[in-house]
């Protein structure tokens, strides 16, 4: 994968005096101590990252930790105060005003928290704005702001002006005005943190939907870890202006950098994180369709279940018996398998996040089977697994 | 008791005379520029005369059916009736020519007051040093009695409608610049990012988002605008402007209740019409 964006030592002071402020911040003063004798905020304090092409990079910290700051710089809505920031290999910083507004209309687009959306205008108008702005013609950018719209679920909206729409709905729009300029790069300012709950859990998982269709770099802003690990490739987490540590989920979940970090991974709800290809394993007990009921019998009682898991060829998974019908066909001198399959088990997939197998996993009465789009067994998740995964710090 | 007066009241060796200097500063202007001020004086007498020709053009009962279509459209039909009966008893007064006079007057102060006050307000929205200057002036502008301009307006105009419109002008302008400065720093922090992400230029992010979000604001500064202009009336007519308020004047030396009473109540109406109207366009500009 080859490199979209570079920042490299960026900085980002507030004030009449940066440069000032930059100096004592390089001889290692603190935020605090800057604002008190300088006056000067530090809004970022030497960021560096890298982000792949078509990548989902997610910027996270608390309200304050510089992050909305740092994100405005990727379109030099604040212009750094030093550091560079390359995009494909080009320092952006050091564009002129006309080249800046052509970056602006090409490569990048933003999604903001409160939606920026133009309440003088029609849902459409503020779709086709980018359009307009690049002066493309009224057919063609109808016609484009048409398709942003339905791509994110707005069909039939478009006259309706934004104040009419839900929140979720304004955002859907907000998001629609981004894409429709076909951007390499989309800059999300916490998009989804004035949505409520169940709204912002829809708009998340649509967003991964067009992102695995579209391959958008994206750089994302938030401020709950759940969301952060849910959809990034990769995690920043920010604190008082600096990246205090950058990898993805599992490398931050697992080995928190420090105790700020693992503050953070403490109030995370790892069933939303965890899938179900992270605590399965692989049955120690199988049978082939091929075997009789004896050898059921036989696996079973040497690894102490009281159910096993059938496959044919090539590991595809075709049911399961247990212990009592096995013993019953031995009554009646059956000794083929196929008449007592059961299909009263659940399956599920290997990135399914556990949160969703709990319920299932509390009522089957056999292990949840983790099977690939062939049908092929790939694990089972047993009970005590899902429990073992919850815990903080484990290493699966 | 008199000399202890004298004693605590400001000592009169120190003087200073400030409206000398304003004195010195007009006579100069006039020295210099008497040629600008003869042409402005030709440009604004050409837009007074023509509006006051369109409006005198108008037949009177096409005029009142006009006012009376206007509230109905704007408000409602009970609306557009108490309008056309308003402006019916002017004419019954029998003071609708001098009505007309007055609305060329303050159409034409309007007009010229926002052509310079939109353009000063949104400069000023942008240039907080711009801003700062400007706050005193226009404070200024409002407090200061507005017969004081009259003595300027009339040694750079003469007498009649010219330096009328220009005291108008200078009265009833601060509203429009401060509401529109006001209106465009409104605009909320978020949707002029929006504007800049996506690459519009300055002039793109004030027309198609800045103004487009501050004109509920600057409908009101405009409708204040108005109102301000419409009271000068009275006063400007000191200096030889027809209309309404030149009868207030002759009522006014002739002790004349009746005709006082007339021509105070034609303004009174007059006022409330086009502040109804105003009110009610800048009220469609709403979108929030």
Redesign the interface.
């Given at each position: 994968m080859s490199k979209k964006i570079e920042v490299k030592n960026l900085y980002k002071i507030f004030g009449s005096k940066p440069k000032l402020a930059l100096k004592r911040l390089k001889e290692g003063w603190t935020k605090e101590k800057i604002l008190k004798t300088t006056g000067q905020t530090v809004g970022v304090n030497n960021a560096s990252f890298t982000v792949d092409e078509g990548e989902f990079f997610v910027i996270m910290g608390l309200s304050g930790s510089g992050k909305s700051t740092l994100i405005?710089c990727l379109?030099l809505?604040n212009r750094p105060t030093a550091g560079e920031i390359l995009i494909d290999g080009e320092d952006i910083v050091k564009y002129d005003r006309q080249q800046?507004?052509?970056?602006?209309?090409?490569k990048?687009?933003?999604v903001?928290?409160?939606?920026?959306?133009?309440?003088?205008?029609t849902v459409l108008g503020n779709v086709e704005?980018?359009l307009?702005?690049?002066n493309i013609n009224k057919d063609k950018r109808k016609q484009i702001a048409l398709e942003a719209l339905e791509s994110v679920g707005l069909k039939g909206w478009e006259d309706k002006?934004p104040?009419e729409l839900s929140g979720g709905m304004q955002q859907r729009v907000g998001l629609a005005?981004a894409l429709a300029?076909n951007p390499d790069i989309l800059?999300m300012d916490e998009p989804f943190s004035a949505l409520d709950p169940l709204i912002r859990r829809d708009m998340q998982i649509e967003l991964l939907e067009i992102q695995s269709k579209l391959k958008k770099t994206i750089i994302f802003i938030t401020h709950d870890i759940n969301e952060a690990f849910k959809l990034g490739d990769r995690v920043a987490v920010m604190k008082d202006g600096k990246i205090v540590q950058q990898g993805t989920p599992e490398e931050i979940l697992n080995n928190p950098s420090n105790e700020y970090i693992e503050d953070f991974v403490k109030s995370i709800d790892r069933t939303k994180v965890i899938k179900a290809k992270n605590i399965m394993k692989r049955p120690n007990a199988l049978v082939s369709i091929k075997d009789g009921v004896r050898v059921a019998i036989r696996e079973m009682q040497t690894n102490h279940i009281s159910s096993v898991f059938v496959v044919g060829e090539n590991m595809q998974l075709e049911g399961i018996v247990t212990i009592d019908d096995c013993v019953e066909a031995i009554k009646n001198k059956q000794s083929s398998l196929k008449a007592l399959l059961r299909h009263d088990y659940y399956k599920t997939t290997e990135d399914e996040y556990i949160e969703n197998l709990l319920e299932n996993a509390t009522k089957s009465r056999y292990p949840i089977v983790v099977v690939n789009d062939e049908n092929k067994l790939l694990g089972i998740i047993v009970r005590t697994s899902i429990l073992s995964g919850l815990l903080p710090y484990n290493s699966n | 008791m008199q000399v202890k007066l004298k004693k605590h009241s400001f000592p009169e060796l120190i003087k200073f005379d400030p409206g000398m200097y304003i004195e010195a500063l007009v006579d100069w202007l006039i020295l210099n520029f008497q040629g600008f001020f003869d042409a402005l004086t030709d440009v604004i007498k050409w837009i007074v005369f023509n509006i006051q020709d369109g409006l005198s053009f108008i037949p009177w009962f096409l005029f009142i059916l006009l006012i009376f279509l206007l509230g109905w459209k704007l408000k409602s039909f009970q609306s557009g009736l108490g309008y056309a009966m308003m402006i019916m008893l002017i004419g019954l007064i029998g003071l609708w020519e001098d009505m007309i006079f007055t609305l060329a007057i303050v159409i034409t102060s309007v007009i010229l007051s926002i052509i310079i006050g939109i353009p000063i307000g949104i400069f000023s929205a942008y240039n907080q040093k711009l801003e700062a200057l400007l706050k005193p002036l226009l404070d200024g502008m409002q407090t200061m009695p507005s017969f004081v301009y009259l003595i300027p307006a009339m040694i750079f105009f003469g007498l009649g409608t010219v330096p009328a419109v220009f005291a108008t002008i200078v009265y009833s302008t601060p509203p429009c610049i401060r509401l529109t400065s006001l209106a465009i720093q409104r605009v909320p922090k978020e949707m002029r990012e929006a504007a800049y992400a996506f690459g519009s230029s300055r002039w793109q992010a004030l027309v198609k988002v800045e103004l487009p979000q501050a004109m509920p604001t600057i409908m009101a500064g405009i409708n204040q605008t108005t109102m301000l202009a419409m009271s000068m009336v009275v006063t400007s007519s000191m200096i030889g402007a027809k209309g309404l308020g030149e009868n207030v004047i002759i009522a006014i030396n002739r002790t004349d209740i009746a005709m006082g009473f007339n021509s105070g109540i034609s303004i009174v109406f007059l006022a409330i019409i086009i502040d109804r109207l105003t009110q009610m366009i800048s009220k469609k500009y709403e979108h929030v």
């Open positions: 405005r379109n809505l800046l507004r052509e970056f602006r209309q090409n990048v687009a933003m903001f928290q409160n939606f920026g959306l133009f309440t003088h205008r704005y980018g307009e702005i690049r002006m104040t005005r300029n800059l | -």
